[in-house]
């Protein structure tokens, strides 16, 4: 809760664009990400960093105004799809910034992000979270069909909890709502060359003792 009253406090010193706020510590951020490929002594040391290179980012965009009034207007200005919104807030060739926003009753299914890394910290609300990875006998498959998929996480995420994907390892993953609305800042880089996305549908329930579940793979262009 330290750092919720931090930001709380955080009077932006000048007006800037989300661009702007991040200069000068924007490739120390893609630093942080791209070291979450066995860069970090432990998973300990790397939570730690993440999380406050993520609360440090969200307070440096407070300088933006576009930024503060999507966090002032609890992110209700944010657009909307049926199912959830996002929004782009910085974008160049290391990666990107974004926020995404959850809504209770419309869960985001499992999906990957091929070639990318990435790092999301809950802003605000609550969200159950799937993480999973791709067993290596299908990585190199580019089409639809029925897959398997190691476990790696699945727990509830607070305010200020981080979660991560590799290119590999936990790259896909789902969330689901679990208060009103749920919204994360997002950072992802790539890494190797982005292939076409897809979509993950469990054949069946997932059980704690399981390991693996099948998916129905489907390439997102079909969705
Ligand atoms: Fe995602």
Same mark, same amino acid.
């Given at each position: 809760?330290?750092?919720?009253?931090?930001?709380? =406090?955080?009077?932006?010193?000048?007006?800037?664009?989300? +661009? =702007?706020?991040?200069?000068? /510590?924007?490739?120390?951020?893609i630093n942080?990400v791209s070291f979450i490929d066995g860069g970090?002594?432990?998973?300990?040391?790397? @939570? !730690? /960093?993440?999380?406050?290179?993520?609360?440090?980012?969200?307070?440096?965009?407070?300088?933006?105004?576009?930024?503060?009034?999507? &966090?002032?207007?609890?992110?209700?200005?944010?657009?909307?799809?049926?199912?959830?919104? !996002?929004?782009? @807030?910085?974008?160049?060739k290391l990666g990107?910034?974004?926020?995404? $926003?959850?809504?209770?009753?419309?869960?985001?299914?499992?999906?990957?992000h091929p070639g990318t890394r990435g790092?999301?910290?809950?802003?605000?609300? *609550?969200?159950?979270? *799937?993480?999973? +990875?791709?067993? *290596?006998?299908?990585?190199? $498959?580019?089409? !639809?069909?029925?897959?398997?998929? *190691? !476990? %790696?996480?699945?727990?509830?995420?607070?305010?200020?909890?981080?979660?991560w994907f590799e290119e590999t390892e936990?790259n @896909?993953?789902?969330? =689901?709502?679990?208060?009103?609305?749920? &919204?994360?800042?997002?950072i992802q880089m790539p890494v190797q060359p982005v292939s076409?996305? $897809?979509?993950?549908?469990?054949? %069946?329930?997932?059980?704690?003792?399981? =390991?693996?579940?099948?998916?129905?793979? @489907?390439?997102?262009?079909?969705?």
């Amino acid at each position: 809760m330290l750092a919720q009253a931090e930001i709380m =406090e955080f009077k932006a010193p000048v007006e800037m664009t989300a +661009s =702007e706020s991040l200069r000068g /510590v924007w490739d120390d951020f893609i630093n942080s990400v791209s070291f979450i490929d066995g860069g970090y002594r432990n998973k300990e040391e790397m @939570i !730690s /960093v993440l999380n406050h290179n993520m609360v440090l980012m969200h307070k440096l965009l407070l300088s933006s105004g576009m930024y503060r009034g999507l &966090v002032n207007s609890s992110f209700s200005k944010m657009m909307r799809t049926k199912y959830w919104g !996002s929004r782009t @807030i910085h974008e160049d060739k290391l990666g990107k910034v974004g926020l995404l $926003s959850i809504y209770q009753g419309t869960p985001v299914p499992l999906h990957d992000h091929p070639g990318t890394r990435g790092v999301l910290m809950v802003l605000d609300g *609550e969200a159950e979270l *799937e993480r999973y +990875s791709l067993i *290596e006998k299908y990585q190199d $498959s580019q089409s !639809s069909g029925l897959v398997e998929l *190691e !476990s %790696c996480e699945r727990r509830q995420l607070k305010p200020f909890d981080v979660t991560w994907f590799e290119e590999t390892e936990g790259n @896909i993953h789902g969330f =689901e709502a679990k208060t009103d609305q749920c &919204v994360l800042l997002k950072i992802q880089m790539p890494v190797q060359p982005v292939s076409s996305r $897809s979509w993950y549908f469990p054949t %069946c329930t997932f059980s704690e003792e399981q =390991e693996t579940v099948y998916a129905r793979r @489907i390439m997102s262009r079909y969705l």
